[in-house]
């Protein structure tokens, strides 16, 4: 499995932006970035094939961007004009073979997770 660590949470007012970071111990095909909050089950928010294809949940197009650094085997997150319904704890999730289109923001399909880091958006 890969061994991914988060970075870049933080608490902030609404309307501001933050941008997550993921390293991982390798470059793992299909890589998405999740969040969660207690009692709910996890949301997939955007995920990416190799570096060119992206998908994003509805409610967060137009809002967040995933990208990659392939040399710094590092995923990113960047998050704009932040609410605190965005407020969870963030993770981010490998999968060891890569997913179809239609997989990439379903937590099932993923079987690394990093530790999370918290979001916290006050009004």
């Known amino acids: 499995q890969v061994q991914l660590v988060e970075s870049g949470g933080s608490s902030v007012q609404a309307g501001g932006s933050l941008r997550l970071s993921c390293t991982a111990s390798?470059?793992?095909?299909?890589m998405g970035w999740f969040r969660q909050v207690p009692g709910k089950e996890r949301e997939g928010l955007a995920a990416?094939?190799?570096?060119?294809?992206?998908r994003y949940a509805d409610s967060m197009k137009g809002r967040f961007s995933i990208s990659r650094d392939v040399a710094k085997n590092t995923l990113y997150l960047q998050m704009n004009i932040l609410t605190p319904d965005d407020t969870a704890m963030y993770y981010c999730?490998?999968?060891?073979?890569?997913?179809?289109?239609?997989?990439?923001?379903?937590?099932?399909?993923?079987?690394?997770w990093g530790q999370g880091t918290q979001v916290t958006v006050s009004s």
């Open positions: 390798g470059n793992p095909y299909s």
């Open positions: 990416m094939n190799g570096v060119h294809t992206t």
């Open positions: 999730a490998a999968a060891s073979t890569p997913l179809s289109n239609s997989q990439l923001l379903s937590s099932y399909a993923y079987n690394s």
